[in-house]
Structure formats: C-alpha cells, structure tokens
C-alpha cells in the first residue's frame, strides 16, 4: 500500500445503537453478557507479544455486584517494567520505518474490528468491569472506533503540511516519531480514553509502555488482543497493568522515555511530572507530557433560559455514569428568580432516576468504580448532612453492601464556596448555588474562579446577548464550552477534548493537536542550484 498518492477516505463517526427491546444489538449483548459473567479469566501481562503471567495476581471485580469475581489479571513489577521498556525500544526501529499507510492500515482495521465482532465483547466488558449501562458502555466503544478512525486522517493531515519552495530550493518537513518510547498511562473510566493514549503516539511511528487502570482492566485487555488481530507488530504497544508505583519507578528513570500520555488524578498527575524532572538531565530528548486530569464542571443557568432544557442538561450532565466522567456537571448555578421552583423540579427528577446492577436495562445509573471512591464519596455527604452551609436536597444514601452505590444526590450550597462547590468528588453529586442575577458579571466571576480546574462548562440561555456575555467572561474557564447542553459527550472529530488550568496540558484529543505532540518535525532544505564562488556580490569593486 505504499503509494505517495494514496488517500485515506474521510472518516465518519460511528452511529450508536440503541439497544432498545427486541433489537438484535440488545439480544447479541445479553449472549454476550452471560458469557462474560461466567468468569474465569486469567488475563496476562502482554509484552513483546509474548503474555507473561507473574503468579501474583488481582481479582477483576463488579462494582455495582462486589459478591462477583469475574476472573483475575496478573500484576506487572519492575522486572516486567523493564522488560515492557526493552521490547518497545526492540521493536522501534521497523515501527518508524513503516510507511504511515501502513500504520494506518492497522488502526483502521481495529476500527472495524471494534465496530464489528469485538463490539458485542468491549461493551459487555465495559459494563460489567467498570460498571456502565448499556448506553454508556455503547458511547465509550463507538468513542474508541472514532479514534481508531479519525486518527488516521488527523495523520495524513499532518504529513501533508509542508513548506514552501522556490525554483532553486526544496524544502520540505518529516515528521518523525520522537526518540525513545512513551508511557502511556489510562484511567478506568473510558474504554476509549484507553485505546487512544496507547494508540496515538504508536499511529504516528512511537513504541509504547501502556499501564491500565487495575479498575478496567478487562476492557482494556481486549483491547491489547484487538491490536493484535489488526496487525500490530509485537512489541509496539506493551500492556503492563500493575502497581503504578512499581512501573513508574522503572518508566521514569529510563534515558529513552520520550513522553508520557497520561488521563487520571490530578495529584498522579503531578507525581510523575515531579518524578520526569528529577531526572531531566538523564532523558536524551525533552520528554513530551500530554496530560488532562480533573474537573469541577459548571452548568450556569442563566435568567432566560429553558427551564426544560437546564433541567435536563442537569440531571444527564451530572449522573450519566455515576459522574464519574472527568467532564461531569459538578457544579450548578441558578439564578434566584428561577431558585427553589427550579431546583425543587430538579430534585423530584433526581429522586426517580433509577439505580442499580446495569445488566438491568431499566437502570439510568449503576455503581461507583470502588470502596475507596464509594468511602471518598460518601463523606462528602456525611458532612453535607450536618453542615450549616449546605442543605441535602435529593438523594444522599450510600450502600455498599452489594455494590458501591450512591444515589444521585442534589447539594444546595448556602456559600457558594462551600467544599462540595470547590472539590473534585467523581461520583453523583451535583451542588447548586443560587446567584443573584441582578449583577451578573459578579456571577461570571464567581464561576470562574471557583475551581482550579479548566474542563468543561455550559451556559442555558434563549437570549443571544446572555450567550455570547457568558462565553466572553468564561472563556479560560472551560477547554469544551456547550451552549444549551450538557458539558459532557464530546464527539471526536467535532468537539476535540481538552481543558487548561489545573486539568492539563489541553491537547485535545479527537483532533490533529494530540497527534502532533507525538511528532518531531525536521525541516529539510535541498539546493537545486548550490553556489559555487565563496563571494557575495555586493563584495565586487565599485
């Protein structure tokens, strides 16, 4: 397929299906649920194509039904840290020397292995190992199909910027892969976030070190398998779940880490750009760091708005998911002549928001992804419960006697400052303060300067004037800014996601920016006419 004229077609995002009664999507699923939960997986360590199995071992638990193993994945240490490296830096070589076709010929064909006999076996495992409904599982698998075909195109895109020439000089750019290998370090809540962290440095020529969350580590496993089947070279991408601590240690001391693509915590986060700084003058390259973190996204209703459309934006934006979406509405904030009517309509939508196991398709929310983020979680609303500042308006009760659950809670803040107004939780709570809407630049302010973070926000409004006033002051406080939406869902290829701030470095994955950061471009210049006489003109005699 090597052919300077060949063009990838434009790529389309992948339709999600409904699953809804009687649809054979739905009946593939079930089958496919019952065989997932018959268990006994025994998911090993992939590096250099060969799987590892060290003995030591994790179970691979439900959320929303703890009482449930379905298998376990074994545990990568150094020694498999070292050896992940080693392979990646083995395979590099005949990796970057592979025409980009080519490369794009294997993401292309996961994308229809994905949308295909793998989509039935992704979702279920998305379901139950991170405890997603059915349409969210749906969601996060057509997101990972995107990337597998977007990224390709963003690519060809890329190679094709290039220089301008004049009639006795060629100039051109390469756009080489950087030099060494990257870490690629994926959260538990989006299967896709997984597939793209790993993919997107190893789609333009970059070997790599993938750590999974030990929370979704089925999905991801299958995921490792699918590269496989569409042809990707032993050695190119390396699946290593295990203690972060342990392989980081190894990954970061390395002279041959090139970059780190990373989604997860804040304070992670910053662990390992402290632990790459310590050993800044070991690295033979700058090493790239692509980063996004947390969020504390806000909903702002303004006075003319829908009060439908705020209420629905609300309930999806703060609870598809548990909220634990790093773009989940965590913050609202209703105008007082809206006040108690609007959030006593939000609580009673909130109370029948139902909850549970998502093998039941009647569910809009299952479990939280663990004990320490159900224990996290619930103290939060513990204190809410006693705190002058703060009023329980739905939900509040937590169970983790058969999953991790915690209802869909709505806080009224009585201080727009109050700690559930500011902190990052990730899990189903939204807090709501009630602005005076007389001064609305004060409203504005106090928006953007709430939280530390830069994600996701939106505004509700009908009146043009109140939209194009709220994007203006809001303009650093959001990386995805929605207009009578919900701040979550963005689609690859037409929201690139990404925020600033606290949350990260604002690559925008879904979009040719991330790819970029995975290339090292080298301008090259040809002399078609090279001089031959060492003196400039203006050197002759007058």
Same mark, same amino acid.
């Given at each position: 397929?090597?052919?300077?004229?060949?063009?990838?077609?434009?790529?389309?995002?992948?339709?999600?299906?409904?699953?809804?009664?009687?649809?054979?999507?739905?009946?593939?699923?079930?089958?496919?649920?019952?065989?997932?939960?018959?268990?006994?997986?025994?998911?090993?360590?992939?590096?250099?194509?060969?799987?590892?199995?060290?003995?030591?071992?994790?179970?691979?638990?439900?959320?929303?039904?703890?009482?449930?193993?379905? +298998?376990?994945?074994?545990?990568?240490?150094?020694?498999?840290?070292?050896?992940?490296?080693?392979?990646?830096?083995?395979?590099?070589?005949?990796?970057?020397?592979?025409?980009?076709?080519?490369?794009?010929?294997?993401?292309?064909?996961?994308?229809?292995?994905?949308?295909?006999?793998?989509?039935?076996?992704?979702?279920?495992?998305?379901?139950? $190992?991170?405890?997603?409904?059915?349409?969210?599982?749906?969601?996060?698998?057509?997101?990972?199909?995107?990337?597998?075909?977007?990224?390709?195109?963003?690519?060809?895109?890329?190679?094709?910027?290039?220089?301008?020439?004049?009639?006795?000089?060629?100039?051109?750019?390469?756009?080489?892969?950087?030099?060494?290998?990257?870490?690629?370090?994926?959260?538990?809540?989006?299967?896709?976030?997984?597939?793209?962290?790993?993919?997107?440095?190893?789609?333009?020529?970059?070997?790599?070190?993938?750590?999974?969350?030990?929370? *979704?580590?089925?999905?991801?496993?299958?995921?490792?398998?699918?590269?496989?089947?569409?042809?990707?070279?032993? +050695?190119?991408?390396?699946?290593?779940?295990?203690?972060?601590?342990?392989?980081?240690?190894?990954?970061?001391?390395?002279?041959?880490?090139?970059?780190?693509?990373?989604?997860?915590?804040?304070?992670?986060?910053?662990?390992?750009?402290?632990?790459?700084?310590?050993?800044?003058?070991?690295?033979?390259?700058?090493?790239?760091?692509? $980063?996004?973190?947390?969020?504390?996204?806000?909903?702002?209703?303004?006075?003319?708005?829908?009060?439908?459309?705020?209420?629905?934006?609300?309930?999806?934006?703060?609870?598809?998911?548990?909220?634990?979406?790093?773009?989940?509405?965590?913050?609202?904030?209703?105008?007082?002549?809206?006040?108690?009517?609007?959030?006593?309509?939000?609580?009673?939508?909130?109370?029948?928001?139902?909850?549970?196991?998502?093998?039941?398709?009647?569910?809009?929310?299952?479990?939280?992804?663990?004990?320490?983020?159900?224990?996290?979680?619930?103290?939060?609303?513990?204190?809410?419960?006693?705190?002058?500042?703060?009023?329980?308006?739905?939900?509040?009760?937590?169970?983790?006697?058969?999953?991790?659950?915690?209802?869909?809670?709505?806080?009224?803040?009585?201080?727009?400052?109050?700690?559930?107004?500011?902190?990052?939780?990730?899990?189903?709570?939204?807090?709501?303060?009630?602005?005076?809407?007389?001064?609305?630049?004060?409203?504005?302010?106090?928006?953007?300067?709430? *939280?530390?973070?830069?994600?996701?926000? *939106?505004?509700?409004?009908?009146?043009?004037?109140?939209?194009?006033?709220?994007?203006?002051?809001?303009?650093?406080?959001?990386?995805?800014?929605?207009?009578?939406?919900?701040?979550?869902?963005?689609?690859?290829?037409?929201?690139?996601? $990404?925020?600033?701030?606290?949350?990260?470095?604002?690559?925008?994955?879904?979009?040719?920016?991330?790819?970029?950061?995975?290339?090292?471009?080298?301008?090259?210049?040809?002399?078609?006419?090279?001089?031959?006489?060492?003196?400039y003109p203006y050197m002759g005699e007058a």
């Amino acid at each position: 397929m090597n052919n300077s004229l060949f063009r990838l077609p434009p790529a389309e995002n992948e339709p999600v299906r409904s699953y809804a009664p009687g649809s054979p999507e739905r009946l593939n699923l079930k089958a496919e649920l019952e065989r997932t939960l018959k268990g006994g997986f025994d998911l090993p360590i992939v590096i250099g194509g060969k799987e590892i199995r060290t003995g030591s071992t994790s179970a691979l638990i439900r959320p929303d039904a703890r009482g449930t193993v379905l +298998g376990r994945y074994h545990l990568a240490g150094e020694t498999e840290a070292r050896a992940a490296v080693e392979a990646a830096l083995a395979a590099r070589r005949a990796w970057e020397g592979m025409p980009w076709e080519e490369r794009a010929a294997v993401f292309r064909r996961a994308a229809a292995l994905a949308a295909g006999e793998y989509r039935p076996r992704l979702v279920a495992a998305t379901m139950l $190992g991170q405890s997603k409904t059915a349409q969210q599982a749906e969601i996060d698998v057509c997101e990972a199909i995107d990337f597998f075909r977007f990224n390709p195109v963003f690519m060809e895109s890329i190679y094709s910027l290039q220089s301008a020439s004049l009639a006795d000089e060629w100039n051109s750019v390469s756009y080489r892969p950087l030099e060494g290998f990257v870490y690629a370090v994926s959260p538990f809540n989006f299967t896709a976030i997984a597939a793209n962290l790993a993919s997107a440095p190893a789609m333009m020529g970059n070997v790599v070190v993938w750590k999974p969350a030990s929370t *979704s580590v089925l999905s991801n496993y299958f995921l490792m398998r699918l590269y496989e089947e569409a042809g990707l070279p032993p +050695g190119v991408i390396n699946f290593v779940p295990g203690k972060g601590s342990a392989i980081s240690g190894v990954v970061l001391a390395r002279p041959e880490l090139a970059g780190l693509h990373f989604t997860g915590s804040t304070e992670v986060f910053r662990q390992l750009w402290k632990g790459m700084a310590d050993h800044l003058p070991a690295y033979r390259t700058y090493p790239r760091i692509v $980063g996004e973190t947390g969020g504390k996204n806000f909903i702002l209703v303004d006075p003319s708005a829908d009060p439908e459309v705020a209420l629905v934006a609300a309930a999806r934006g703060a609870f598809e998911y548990q909220g634990q979406k790093c773009s989940a509405a965590s913050r609202l904030y209703v105008p007082s002549s809206m006040g108690k009517v609007f959030l006593d309509k939000l609580a009673d939508l909130i109370k029948i928001l139902p909850m549970g196991e998502v093998t039941d398709f009647r569910n809009f929310a299952g479990a939280v992804i663990d004990e320490a983020s159900f224990d996290s979680i619930a103290a939060y609303i513990e204190r809410a419960k006693s705190s002058a500042k703060a009023r329980i308006l739905a939900g509040g009760r937590c169970d983790k006697s058969k999953g991790f659950f915690i209802e869909p809670t709505l806080i009224r803040a009585l201080d727009p400052h109050y700690e559930t107004m500011e902190v990052e939780l990730f899990g189903p709570v939204l807090s709501a303060y009630v602005y005076d809407d007389g001064d609305m630049e004060a409203a504005y302010r106090l928006v953007d300067s709430t *939280s530390p973070y830069g994600l996701t926000g *939106s505004v509700i409004a009908r009146d043009r004037g109140a939209i194009e006033a709220a994007s203006r002051a809001l303009s650093g406080a959001a990386g995805n800014f929605y207009v009578n939406d919900k701040p979550t869902g963005a689609v690859v290829g037409r929201q690139p996601f $990404g925020g600033a701030r606290a949350t990260g470095t604002n690559d925008k994955a879904g979009g040719p920016l991330n790819l970029l950061r995975w290339a090292s471009p080298r301008a090259l210049k040809e002399n078609l006419d090279p001089p031959r006489d060492w003196r400039y003109p203006y050197m002759g005699e007058a």
